[in-house]
């Protein structure tokens, strides 16, 4: 008989995604007898190789998968009436178990932007550094080498990326640099690193770089399929939370609901779906939305799910050789191919095991004749945002080894190569609240706001056009997967299918006509999607701007509560947002154990 659990602890923390790990494992390693408690929805990780070998992140994408919940959106005309569906990690640690495991880092003008003092690059970079060991190379000024995340080259290094790199620099005329992520380099092709160890080939995520390290701490406590309802407040302090059995994660379970009470803090770590609808249960947002949802308001604070915002994602799939080396027979199940490979990572942590398929890629900014091309609609933006900020890039492109799509089990079994295009910093922004659904249930209320703003699609709809003309100039390339790309016209020179090989490196590229323009647009409306990268929806700012959090992470109006995780992103950052959860993670440890007193030397 197992002895019953604490109802009582120092700090709580309301999801266990990336950040609540770094800021619970951090706070733990510096006072191992700070009894900490981390309520998950989700599964462990640990040791799982659906977790710790990178190659599988496509599968956690199943319909059926128990490691993500799929957020619906509200159908969208500006999306084809579509109603966009955005994923988020349910595990321990979250998303960092189970993304793409691309390193990127967003340019150090973008933490400036957000003008939050104490969140300034200046005070940043020390902490970016602190959380990396750096395995690419050494010496690199902006990257750590002795931190707990591993960053490396992964476990294989797939020639087609040398194709897409090479045409990038002589057809696209951009330099190539090793490294994009010292924190400035810009419109540059380079490889791409991975969040995997190079010693081991193991995927380097939040769960077991910072918390499953201090199993030995029995006053470090993980909890999972555990959902929590609301904060439990006494007047308007935070004491403690409210939770039930997760459905998803305990089938069948009861569903009856208990508390835990916290002597010093409860933090909000359930991202930027989750942490929003924690504080709106607990009477905590805008007056309208809780008496819609018959809660009884404790503080009024309408920035609470607002600020919504995400990446623009779009990939094409190509036809490629049948001699290149794809992660497709990996991808497909390919029973041989995947044991040989598995022999080889579990020797010695190499093969295509340790990789996702993406090594290299361009942080893309338009020159001026590309600028010419896009046409006025764009223009805005970029002399208002980009133009005096060289840092920034518009989108990042990038080729995948392999298909990545809705087609798997349809397609011919060959090789592919998809097109990975995405934009970094969309004008649009949406909303994240609960509503009542008709049967009474909570339900998510959520607007996307994807391509809302004019000048949004604007660069997506060049990416596809550059993006076809590099790949169709690379020796693997075969020709379109024509069910995957826009349906031109009959007779249009940008009709799509199979192909011998590769055009001239000199060739003229495909001209468009204004219904092959027509056609593409209504693609990308059809399928731009999330690039899992949701933020900003208990923002850090000032609370007459809808901020929800102060510099210090407290929930305005409330005592002993504060919010830690990508929701508090105030500004939007050109980034795979792992880097910046890891980030935030670090920054709000310094924060708790100042506050606490408590000697951070970690």
């Known amino acids: 008989m197992s002895p019953p659990s604490p109802t009582e602890f120092d700090i709580i923390f309301a999801g266990g995604g990336a950040t609540a790990c770094v800021v619970a494992g951090r706070l733990a390693a510096c006072d191992s007898s700070l009894k900490i408690l981390v309520l998950e929805a989700g599964e462990h990780t ?3 190789p659906a977790h710790v070998q990178l190659y599988q992140y496509p599968f956690h994408l199943a319909p059926t998968t128990t490691t993500l919940t799929f957020n619906f959106g509200n159908p969208s005309p500006h999306l084809n009436g579509r109603a966009l569906v955005v994923p988020s990690g349910r595990s321990v640690g979250g998303a960092s178990t189970i993304n793409f495991g691309a390193y990127t880092r967003a340019p150090v003008s973008d933490y400036d932007d957000w003008a939050v003092e104490g969140w300034e690059s200046k005070n940043l970079i020390p902490l970016m550094k602190k959380f990396e060991t750096y395995q690419v190379q050494p010496g690199c000024p902006t990257h750590g080498y002795t931190g707990p995340v591993k960053v490396s080259p992964g476990g294989h290094k797939l020639a087609i990326s040398e194709e897409f790199i090479r045409v990038g620099t002589t057809y696209h005329k951009r330099p190539y640099s090793e490294d994009t992520n010292d924190l400035k380099t810009c419109n540059t092709y380079s490889p791409w690193a991975k969040y995997i160890d190079s010693t081991t080939g193991r995927r380097s995520d939040a769960a077991h770089c910072y918390v499953y390290n201090q199993a030995q701490n029995p006053n470090l406590q993980i909890w999972v399929g555990k959902r929590v309802t609301r904060i439990i407040f006494e007047d308007k302090r935070a004491v403690g939370v409210e939770f039930t059995n997760d459905p998803v994660s305990c089938p069948g379970a009861d569903q009856s609901l208990s508390t835990v009470k916290a002597s010093k803090l409860v933090v909000v770590s359930a991202g930027a779906f989750g942490s929003p609808a924690i504080l709106e249960r607990s009477g905590i947002g805008a007056e309208a939305v809780l008496k819609r949802c018959g809660i009884k308001p404790l503080v009024n604070l309408p920035g609470v799910g607002e600020n919504y915002t995400d990446h623009d994602a779009v990939l094409v799939p190509y036809l490629a050789a049948d001699e290149t080396i794809t992660m497709d027979p990996l991808w497909r199940g390919e029973e041989s191919a995947t044991k040989d490979a598995l022999a080889q990572w579990t020797a010695n942590g190499t093969s295509l095991i340790a990789s996702n398929g993406v090594d290299a890629k361009i942080k893309w900014r338009p020159d ?18 980009f133009r005096d900020h060289p840092d920034k890039c518009v989108a990042i492109f990038a080729l995948v080894a392999g298909y990545l799509g809705p087609l798997v089990g349809t397609i011919p079994p060959r090789n592919y190569m998809t097109a990975a295009y995405f934009t970094l910093y969309p004008a649009s922004a949406g909303s994240v609240h609960i509503k009542v659904d008709e049967n009474g249930k909570e339900a998510l209320d959520f607007t996307t706001g994807f391509l809302e703003d004019p000048s949004d699609i604007v660069p997506i709809n060049f990416a596809y056009k550059k993006m076809r003309e590099i790949y169709r100039r690379l020796p693997s390339y075969r020709g379109e997967l024509a069910v995957g790309h826009p349906k031109f016209p009959e007779g249009s020179a940008a009709a799509c299918g199979e192909a011998s090989g590769p055009v001239d490196l000199n060739a003229p ?34 609370r007459a701007e809808q901020g929800v959090v102060d510099a210090r992470l407290n929930v305005y109006g409330v005592t002993n509560l504060k919010v830690a995780d990508m929701s508090i992103v105030p500004k939007n950052v050109g980034t795979n947002t792992y880097s910046t959860a890891l980030l935030i993670g670090e920054k709000a440890a310094m924060i708790i154990a100042e506050e606490l007193g408590l000697d951070y030397n970690v």
């Open 368 to 385: 001026a004749e590309e600028l010419k091309a896009m046409g006025p609609a764009f223009h805005q933006r970029w002399n208002g945002f």
């Open 509 to 542: 590229d495909i001209i468009y006509t204004a219904e092959d323009d027509e056609a593409i647009e209504n693609y990308h409306r059809d399928c731009v999607q999330t690039t899992w990268h949701s933020l900003g929806t208990c923002a850090m700012k000032a």
């Open 46 to 48: 640990l040791d799982k």
